[in-house]
């Protein structure tokens, strides 16, 4: 057979099915929003560069004043960006080169706001059927879809009361059903459990979950606690001074800060300066079960006060892969139900330290060790950014 013939047969190759990459709802680039008061320019977003996939809830987590609420303000419609462009499901509704801004009634986004924002003189079933009738959805109406989204939020009893006449969990339950009747392609959520008690918090937390898994809306979820953001987020996404400074999973963002200020915004606040040479110093003072963790250098040690333990003097037992530091003192103690909280001071250093009350308990003045669990530290370089560790050998077998 020549080579010629056999060029001519044709092959066929199996085919590979595509997999299909989740639909982008929400698709935001390059967006910032700058305030001018008088002569000073305040940067709320900065360049900000975000997607959104349909079905998801995205948590934007960060401290007051980080840009979460202007950024929401800009999905829906109630600021005006200074630069970038937004598109939801597909469609421009910002971009701020051409002029292009659709007002907040072009976009068929839903929101739940903090105040719950409900009429007083409307009764809850006319509050929920208020964004139906503005968008004329006649339809809708007709078929009941006021009575559905409010047996979605168990609220279908409460149809002919005014909101004054509401407890806080359940307007903000009737803000929800507001906010869903319209079926929007965006829900907005700035907020909404922040004030309420934290019995109810939970409870509402655990609906909203729910209601999620339910319904599968696409939304984005704004809130500066992270147990609401771990709850409730599909991913998260850290903000700190207008940009978005981490995201991903919560238990990965939480677990692994990718940069001092997000760990100190998670709660490893306490700090042990350290510096790694011919011996690891930890404060000052010879760390051994450290050793060959980390090259030679300067770094900030950061752990939560619940992975630092406590020991007494007189009792130097503990985990092998802990290192401990002595010389602290309790200088006061913060009693709970299932934990105690310590307030350790350490050479001018204070340090809070997080106890089950099952264990042993200290007394105000009592001498007591540190423990550092090395499994648990979280280590940064002098620029800020996330060392990782290098695994111990019993951890690679």
Known sequence: MSNTSALNIPIELPEVPAVPEPETAVRVSGLRKTFHRRREAVHALKALDLEVARGELLVLLGPSGCGKTTFLRCLVGMERPTQGTISLEGDPVVDAECGLF?????????????????????????????????????????????????????????????????????QQRVSLARALAAKPALLLLDEPLSNLDALLRIDLRAQLRELHRTLGFTGVYV???????????????????????????????????????????????????????????????????????????????????????LRSVADPTGDPDTGWLSNATVVEVLPGIDRHEYVVSLKGE??????????????????????LPAHNTLCYGTDGVLVPELESESTRS
């Not at 003072?285 to 630092?308: D, E, H, K, M, N």
């Not at 204070?350 to 423990?371: F, K, N, T």
């Open 102 to 170: 659709a007002p907040p009634n072009r976009r068929n986004v839903g929101m739940v706001f903090q105040n719950y924002a409900l009429w007083p003189h409307m009764k809850v079933r006319d509050n929920v059927a208020y964004p139906l009738k503005a968008r004329k959805l006649k339809d809708a109406l007709s078929e009941g879809r006021v009575d559905e989204v409010l047996q979605v939020v168990q609220c279908s009893h409460l149809a002919d009361r005014y909101p004054p006449e509401l407890s806080g969990g359940q």
């Open 223 to 309: 809130t500066h606690d992270q147990e609401e953001a771990l709850a409730l987020g599909t991913r998260v996404a850290v903000m700190n001074e207008g940009e978005i400074v981490q995201i991903g999973p919560p238990r990965d963002v939480y677990r692994r800060p990718a940069t001092e200020k997000v760990a100190d915004f998670l709660g490893a606040r306490n700090v042990f300066q350290t510096r790694v040479g011919a011996e690891v110093l930890v404060n000052d003072q010879s760390v051994s079960q450290f050793a060959g963790r980390w090259t030679p250098g300067a770094y900030s040690l950061r752990l939560r006060p619940s992975q630092l333990l």
């Open 350 to 371: 204070r340090y809070l330290v997080d106890l089950p009350v099952s264990g042993r308990e200290y007394a105000v003045g009592a001498e007591v060790e540190i423990g």
